[in-house]
């Protein structure tokens, strides 16, 4: 029976996570799911139940990495911004955007240039 609780948690646990995530990016459900190319239903069934496939967990964790790493480089609010704002360098895309569609590399290559200090 504890095991049982203690998973119970694990799972409500990881759907806040998930929740708390995609609060700090300042994106809808939709919007989300969009990005990781399901339904908002499954986000929010996500966010509820915690129950997701390893494909999704990998998905949510790369966008988490790169997200991490432009916290590093700046305030997370500004981070967040940076990742839902268009930019040149991504051909007017936003980082989430690109990462959409699988131009993780780009995204990546413009966090190394502003950890070098220059501007992007």
């Given amino acids: ?3 049982l609780k203690t998973l119970e948690r694990g799972i ?19 919007r989300f799911a969009s990005i990781l190319g399901y339904s908002g239903r499954s986000v929010a069934n996500w966010e509820k139940e915690g129950i997701m496939t390893l494909h999704v967990i990998r998905a949510i964790e790369e966008i988490k990495s790169i997200y991490d790493k432009a916290c590093e480089i700046v305030p997370p609010e500004e981070a967040s911004r940076w990742m839902n704002s ?6 007017g895309s936003t980082p989430l955007e690109s990462i959409r569609r699988g131009q993780i590399a780009e995204v990546v290559r413009l966090l190394i240039l502003a950890e070098e200090g220059i501007p992007v």
Avoid at 14 to 27: Q, V
Avoid at 86 to 91: A, I
């Fill in 1 to 3: 029976m504890g095991q």
């Fill in 12 to 30: 409500s646990q990881k759907g806040a996570s998930i929740r708390d995530f995609r609060e700090n990016l300042h994106i809808s459900q939709e």
């Fill in 86 to 91: 268009p930019n040149d360098e991504l051909d």
